[in-house]
């Protein structure tokens, strides 16, 4: 006769980043892992970024634990990471989306961890920033990204170019601090630096941190944010699409895979209070480099809080 009982030695764990508990206990959590499968905000033609948090998740797999500015410390044990999963909602109701998305991680930095979400597009991110804004007064937004995402606009369409200007306008994060780092064009339309800028952003462009150098621009970063509570918001569109082509909105001329690690591993120090890795389009990367380069990303964002 068949036992009642399965021995769970039997079974793998359901698909979590990279292997980490499956968990809603965050008790002894520093950092919690969540997706966010969304993507009807963005441009028709790439559709897919709802798939990026299980893309993300798989090739995480490959991602090794220690790095190697601390070659003898597992970022994720010491955080004690656990993954939340996704949040539940329906790709095609932009508003109850945004409501869930905010909903869980409140819930979240309620409960004492800094959330490392996975999107979706970029439209994921103003109801994270309308939940943390409120636990984290003064907040700076650290904004990685080939666009400003603060144009004008009002249709559905238009959601995910418009985030950090609805953020601006609902005083969610202070802007005079907060900056855009990577922006390039051509733009679609006229005077888009410009409106950033009025809103009280401030943009490095890629030529610019090239120009530069990645030393510098972090100098302005620490000299702008040290002491505030940041909100990494990491566009995987700042890559070049010759390293990262799985994102919604690619941009030639951006950061390779060294300039972009780098520059995560720089804003240690910082107190980050968020991170939020987006716009990975699995159906525009068969290969699945960009799902790796953001687990990368997602990891070296841990190794910083952890070192």
């Known amino acids: 006769m068949a036992s009642d009982t399965i021995d769970p030695s039997r079974f793998a764990c359901p698909l979590t980043f990279m292997g980490v508990q499956y968990s809603h206990d965050l008790s002894r959590s520093r950092a919690a892992v969540v997706g966010l499968p969304f993507d009807v905000g963005t441009d028709a033609l790439r559709v897919g970024a709802r798939h990026g948090p299980r893309a993300i998740r798989i090739q995480s797999g490959r991602v090794g634990h220690y790095p190697d500015r601390a070659p003898d410390i597992d970022p994720l044990v010491h955080l004690g990471v656990v993954d939340c999963g996704d949040v539940r909602l329906v790709p095609s109701e932009l508003e109850a989306a945004r409501e869930a998305i905010e909903r869980a991680v409140d819930a979240v930095a309620g409960a004492g961890a800094v959330p490392y979400t996975m999107g979706g597009d970029g439209t994921v991110t103003l109801p994270q920033l309308r939940a943390l804004a409120p636990r984290n007064p003064g907040m700076v937004v650290l904004h990685v990204d080939a666009h400003t995402d603060a144009v004008d606009g009002t249709t559905r369409a238009a959601a995910t170019g418009t985030t950090f200007r609805i953020a601006a306008e609902e005083g969610l994060v202070d802007t005079a601090a907060s900056m855009h780092v990577g922006v390039r064009g051509p733009f679609k339309g006229p005077g888009v630096p410009a409106r950033s800028a009025a809103l009280g952003y401030h943009t490095v462009t890629m030529s610019e941190f090239r120009r530069r150098g990645l030393d510098d621009v972090l100098a302005e970063i620490h000299d702008r944010m040290r002491g505030r ?68 990303v997602m990891h070296g964002a841990m190794t910083i809080a952890a070192v």
């Open 229 to 296: 509570p940041v909100y990494l918001c990491w566009d995987m569109d700042f890559f070049d699409p010759s390293v990262a082509p799985g994102v919604c909105a690619p941009t030639p001329g951006g950061a390779s895979a060294h300039e972009g690690l780098a520059l995560v591993d720089g804003l240690a120090g910082l107190d980050i209070v968020a991170v939020d890795v987006n716009t990975v389009s699995p159906p525009h990367d068969p290969a699945g480099t960009t799902a790796l380069l953001a687990a990368r």
